[in-house]
């Protein structure tokens, strides 16, 4: 009988997993597909001398986590590569608001928008070089960050305290306002908000972007060499090196409950396989709670809660094998991993209300990934192995574009979706389209069929606003990766701080099974009350 199972090996599953077995532990991990990784997979689906990642792609997270650094993957194997640029926001008249590599370069362009935003950028890294190693650590500790807490606090009151945590809250268009003159800063920042589901006038969105931007600079968006799988391969390979057991293609059907708490799991195919000490389930909140624990095992309070949660927004993503570079018309988009296309702020601004009402949007914004640029090894030379991916609503009303897309995503719809980011990216780079030499298209629910956690594309496993964040994530009074019923553990984006690559959901359920039994029965019971 193992220690502990483990539902699912994406990377939060497969970090939890690591370090149950350092700590001694005998692991079992099922994974209902038949690959490992989750939303971390490469292939070459689209051509066989192309690699494409499926799902994830850039991990400026990866980077930053000190999760991650603790694994030191570097031994099993893993590498990272960088763009020449980071991220590059092109405008059509030739502009391009460009994150470069070194500060002094990311400021420099951001002047010739306006003389004052080189010091506005310069301004805001000295604050991140100042509390983001803190913040960094308070994010990826479970709720609430206690030691990490007390360090940050320290550090924000030499960095302006409230003032600086208003900054944070405020909704990402008011933020670029206040801080810069020229659409150089204000796109850079707006762009990487919308990373996740947060509009410009979110609540918040000002912080998010604010963080991804100064990732960005300090730590890059740097891509594993080889394809997003090799992060997934160095994590299975330092699993089963310390003897931990992977077996995938076994769907788990259900959490075997008994007085409470959580002794096993029953698969698919009918298999029961018990649990010494805890089950960790890298999966949706709503797929744990309702369809593998079941409604009679838990709080009135918290199925009441599961009918407000809230998914993020759905994606559709198309990947590409291109014969050539992108004729980028603005010459600050070459070089750049991550490429972001949109009439600036307002152009994003439209874009997320359209999704807001349940509409396609008829003029997406893109984000679109130059993986060859960022690692060579993933096509021949003076090809371009790219993808892109856009936001969609979770249901489909109706469509602002002229194709009569309904979210029932046929051949016909996939294709005129697809043929819609092409525009897109042809506005910006002109002769794109003739570059194509093969496209594959992974609309809403092909994504979640290939990742259950991930419903119509919803990256983040439910939405980052405020009000589903910390203890509010993902319900109310929860926080914390203990659930109602003992031994059972939320170990997925699901659970706080949420989506990226970057293993804390996982640490965190894994280090709350690791305490001692007195404290972290309490913590269960904590969310029975």
Same mark, same amino acid.
């Given at each position: 009988?193992?220690?502990?199972?483990?539902?699912?090996?994406?990377?939060?599953?497969?970090?939890?997993?690591?370090?149950?077995?350092?700590?001694?532990?005998?692991?079992?991990?099922?994974?209902?597909?038949?690959?490992?990784?989750?939303?971390?997979?490469?292939?070459?689906?689209?051509?066989?001398?192309?690699?494409?990642?499926?799902?994830?792609?850039?991990?400026?997270?990866?980077?930053?986590?000190?999760?991650?650094?603790?694994?030191?993957?570097?031994?099993?194997?893993?590498?990272?590569?960088?763009?020449?640029?980071?991220?590059?926001?092109?405008?059509?008249?030739?502009?391009?608001?460009?994150?470069?590599?070194?500060?002094?370069?990311?400021?420099?362009?951001?002047?010739?928008?306006?003389?004052?935003?080189?010091?506005?950028?310069?301004?805001?890294?000295?604050?991140?070089?100042?509390?983001?190693?803190?913040?960094?650590?308070?994010?990826?500790? $479970?709720?609430?960050?206690?030691?990490?807490?007390?360090?940050?606090?320290?550090?924000?009151?030499?960095?302006?305290?409230?003032?600086?945590?208003?900054?944070?809250?405020?909704?990402?268009?008011?933020?670029?306002?206040?801080?810069?003159?020229?659409?150089?800063?204000?796109?850079?920042?707006?762009?990487?908000?919308?990373?996740?589901?947060?509009?410009?006038?979110?609540?918040?969105?000002?912080?998010?972007?604010?963080?991804?931007?100064?990732?960005?600079?300090?730590?890059?968006?740097?891509?594993?060499?080889?394809?997003?799988?090799?992060?997934?391969?160095?994590?299975?390979?330092?699993?089963?090196?310390?003897?931990?057991?992977?077996?995938?293609?076994?769907?788990?059907?259900?959490?075997?409950?008994?007085?409470?708490?959580?002794?096993?799991?029953?698969?698919?195919?009918?298999?029961?396989?018990?649990?010494?000490?805890?089950?960790?389930?890298?999966?949706?909140?709503?797929?744990?709670?309702?369809?593998?624990?079941?409604?009679?095992?838990?709080?009135?309070?918290?199925?009441?809660?599961?009918?407000?949660?809230?998914?993020?927004?759905?994606?559709?993503?198309?990947?590409?094998?291109?014969?050539?570079?992108?004729?980028?018309?603005? +010459?600050?988009?070459?070089?750049?991993?991550?490429?972001?296309?949109?009439?600036?702020?307002?152009?994003?601004?439209?874009?997320?209300?359209?999704?807001?009402?349940?509409?396609? +949007?008829?003029?997406?914004?893109?984000?679109?990934?130059?993986?060859?640029?960022?690692? +060579?090894?993933?096509?021949?030379?003076?090809?371009?192995?790219?993808?892109?991916?856009?936001?969609?609503?979770?249901?489909?009303?109706?469509?602002?574009?002229?194709?009569?897309?309904?979210?029932?995503?046929?051949?016909?719809?996939?294709?005129?979706?697809?043929?819609?980011?092409?525009?897109?990216?042809?506005?910006?780079?002109?002769?794109?389209?003739?570059?194509?030499?093969?496209?594959?298209?992974?609309? +809403? $629910?092909?994504?979640?069929?290939?990742?259950?956690?991930?419903?119509?594309?919803?990256?983040?496993?439910?939405?980052?606003?405020?009000?589903?964040?910390?203890?509010?994530? $993902?319900?109310?009074?929860?926080?914390?990766?203990?659930? $109602?019923?003992?031994?059972?553990?939320?170990?997925?984006?699901?659970?706080?701080?949420?989506?990226?690559?970057?293993?804390?959901?996982?640490?965190?359920?894994?280090?709350?099974?690791?305490?001692?039994?007195?404290?972290?029965?309490?913590?269960?019971?904590?969310?029975?009350?």
């Amino acid at each position: 009988m193992p220690d502990a199972v483990v539902i699912g090996a994406g990377p939060n599953g497969l970090v939890a997993a690591n370090l149950l077995v350092d700590a001694g532990w005998s692991v079992e991990v099922l994974e209902a597909q038949d690959e490992p990784g989750g939303a971390v997979r490469s292939d070459r689906g689209v051509d066989p001398e192309f690699v494409s990642d499926v799902f994830s792609a850039f991990y400026p997270l990866a980077a930053a986590s000190p999760v991650l650094a603790g694994l030191d993957l570097a031994r099993e194997g893993l590498r990272w590569s960088h763009a020449p640029r980071v991220l590059a926001h092109p405008l059509l008249d030739g502009r391009c608001a460009v994150l470069e590599r070194r500060v002094q370069d990311t400021c420099a362009g951001l002047g010739a928008f306006a003389d004052t935003d080189a010091d506005a950028w310069r301004a805001m890294y000295r604050t991140w070089e100042r509390v983001g190693p803190d913040l960094v650590g308070a994010l990826f500790t $479970p709720f609430p960050p206690v030691r990490s807490g007390l360090r940050l606090a320290g550090k924000l009151r030499a960095a302006g305290g409230l003032r600086f945590a208003r900054k944070l809250a405020l909704p990402v268009r008011r933020l670029v306002e206040e801080e810069f003159v020229g659409e150089g800063g204000r796109l850079l920042l707006s762009g990487n908000a919308l990373h996740a589901d947060l509009a410009p006038e979110a609540a918040g969105s000002g912080g998010f972007g604010w963080l991804m931007s100064m990732l960005g600079q300090s730590h890059g968006f740097p891509v594993p060499v080889g394809g997003a799988g090799a992060l997934t391969a160095a994590l299975v390979a330092r699993f089963r090196n310390r003897g931990g057991v992977l077996r995938c293609g076994q769907r788990v059907a259900s959490v075997v409950v008994r007085n409470g708490r959580a002794v096993g799991v029953r698969t698919e195919g009918g298999e029961g396989v018990p649990a010494g000490r805890a089950v960790l389930a890298d999966t949706s909140a709503p797929a744990l709670y309702r369809d593998l624990v079941g409604e009679e095992h838990l709080p009135a309070r918290l199925t009441a809660d599961l009918e407000r949660f809230q998914w993020d927004f759905a994606t559709f993503k198309v990947d590409w094998a291109l014969t050539g570079p992108v004729p980028w018309t603005a +010459p600050g988009a070459v070089g750049a991993g991550t490429v972001h296309l949109c009439d600036g702020v307002d152009g994003l601004t439209r874009f997320a209300s359209q999704i807001a009402t349940g509409h396609v +949007p008829d003029d997406p914004f893109v984000l679109f990934g130059q993986m060859t640029t960022a690692d +060579p090894s993933r096509s021949p030379a003076g090809t371009e192995s790219a993808w892109a991916y856009t936001h969609l609503p979770q249901r489909v009303i109706g469509d602002a574009g002229p194709d009569r897309i309904t979210g029932r995503w046929d051949s016909r719809e996939q294709d005129a979706m697809a043929d819609r980011v092409e525009a897109q990216v042809e506005r910006f780079a002109p002769g794109f389209r003739t570059l194509i030499g093969a496209r594959r298209i992974l609309a +809403p $629910p092909t994504l979640q069929a290939m990742n259950e956690n991930l419903r119509n594309g919803s990256v983040n496993n439910g939405t980052t606003a405020l009000h589903q964040q910390a203890i509010f994530r $993902p319900t109310p009074g929860t926080g914390r990766p203990e659930t $109602p019923i003992e031994n059972l553990y939320l170990a997925s984006a699901a659970a706080h701080p949420g989506g990226g690559v970057h293993g804390a959901p996982g640490a965190n359920a894994a280090r709350a099974a690791l305490r001692p039994h007195h404290l972290h029965t309490l913590l269960h019971r904590a969310q029975r009350v």
